[in-house]
């Protein structure tokens, strides 16, 4: 069985990559990423976060921090374009939306927190909340 599985696999390469244009995909072809791809770095004050969200206008992007929970969620809109004389036979631009969610170690501090998107990537850093001092009670 695993020698058809692997038959096959050579054949849907060579297919998609030695003559892609005998096979054409349907319009708006490939799917969205299964999820938001980031990166999270941690230091004593904050988390910086870089999450790649290519072909996304800024505001398509939301962001959303909750204490230690961030969700970040992204909708990619397909634009039609209608020509003269001519059809499209093959897009491989996706549409749709994709979300991430994950829960950090700390509090995030909301009022201090900054996001930023250049060239597909989106930048948030964002600080710990830092624990409320502790107060000593004066025992009456």
């Given at each position: 069985m695993n020698r058809h599985?692997?038959?096959r696999s050579f054949f849907d390469e060579f297919f998609n990559d030695a003559a892609p244009a005998f096979y054409v995909k349907p319009l708006h072809g490939d799917g969205l990423p299964a999820q938001i791809r980031v990166d999270v770095k941690e230091t004593p004050e904050a988390y910086t976060l870089q999450a790649e969200v290519p072909g996304v206008s800024r505001e398509d992007i939301q962001v959303n921090v909750?204490?230690?929970?961030?969700?970040?969620?992204?909708e990619i809109k397909q634009q039609d374009?209608?020509?003269e004389?001519?059809?499209?036979?093959r897009s491989e631009r996706y549409y749709g939306a994709v979300s991430r969610s994950f829960q950090l170690?700390?509090?995030?501090?909301?009022?201090?927190a900054k996001a930023k998107y250049e060239?597909?990537?989106?930048?948030?850093t964002l600080p710990k909340k830092t624990a409320g001092a502790a107060q000593r009670l004066?025992?009456?």
């Open positions: 599985l692997a038959t909750d204490g230690k929970l961030v969700t970040l969620r992204a374009s209608q020509t004389g001519g059809k499209l036979l170690p700390v509090d995030v501090d909301n009022s201090a060239n597909g990537v989106l930048q948030l004066t025992i009456e």
